[in-house]
Nanobody, 114 residues
Framework: QVQLVESGGGLVQPGGSLRLSCAASGRGFGISTMAWYRQAPGKQRELVASITWGDNTVYADSVKGRFTISRDNGKSTMWLQMNNLQYEDTAVYYC????????WGQGTQVTVSS
């Protein structure tokens, strides 16, 4: 089992940037495809981006070209660099494996507002 702690969220104006971090403990991070998810109020959780242990990445169309996912297996840490944030990016952001099969962390709130 892997424990996950997300951080780095906050309030940002449209067009701004944030960098989210995901710290993992326990066995499994280094060999797993990891992902960032988000859940906006009243909506289902959706996968935003994923990254394999070999750094192959996939992005949701809504964030492609604006978000960048990265990881450091030695540090069991993953990041999500979010640029040109838009109102519709407002959500709680979570990290997990790409199957979402580990216990979910608390998430980190991202609010885009002027």
């Amino acid at each position: 089992q892997v424990q996950l702690v997300e951080s780095g969220g906050g309030l940002v104006q449209p067009g701004g940037s944030l960098r989210l971090s995901c710290a993992a403990s326990g066995r499994g991070f280094g060999i797993s495809t990891m992902a960032w998810y988000r859940q906006a109020p009243g909506k289902q959780r959706e996968l935003v981006a994923s990254i394999t242990w070999g750094d192959n990445t996939v992005y949701a169309d809504s964030v492609k070209g604006r978000f960048t996912i990265s990881r450091d297996n030695g540090k069991s840490t993953m990041w999500l660099q979010m640029n040109n944030l838009q109102y519709e990016d407002t959500a709680v952001y979570y990290c997990n494996s790409n199957r979402g099969n580990w216990d979910w962390g608390q998430g980190t709130q991202v609010t885009v507002s002027s």
